[in-house]
């Protein structure tokens, strides 16, 4: 079992900046593909990026502007976003997989956290 917490949600202006973190317990972190989805407001949870143990992969609508990584010693993945825009509005969730990467990703998930960009 893994347990995953995010937190660094928060209300921005658009063009701002947040990084994201998700800190998992009961498992090392190394021994799983780490992914960023989100949720907005009567819409399906997206995929936004995923890391393995060196790759990474991003939705088309991030990429340049979201950053992920981890730091498996801390058992944490981060996920840095710049250049904020009101669509990137959602609940943003960490999910941790031991076998599948990037869209299809479906293991275990945290309990997410607010990301407001206003306009």
């Known amino acids: 079992q893994v347990q995953l917490v995010e937190s660094g949600g928060a209300l921005v202006q658009a063009g701002g900046s947040l990084r994201l973190s998700c800190v998992a317990s009961g498992r090392a972190l190394s021994t799983y593909n780490m992914g960023w989805f989100r949720q907005a407001p009567g819409k399906e949870r997206e995929f936004v990026a995923a890391i393995g143990w060196i790759s990474t992969f991003y939705e088309d609508s991030v990429e340049g502007r979201f950053t992920i990584s981890r730091d498996n010693a801390k058992n944490t993945v981060y996920l840095q976003m710049i250049s904020l825009k009101p669509e990137d509005t959602a609940v943003y969730y960490c999910?941790?997989?031991?076998?599948?990467?990037?869209?299809?990703?479906?293991?275990?998930w945290g309990q997410g956290t607010q990301v407001t960009v206003s306009s």
């Open positions: 999910a941790a997989d031991a076998t599948r990467f990037g869209r299809t990703m479906n293991g275990y």
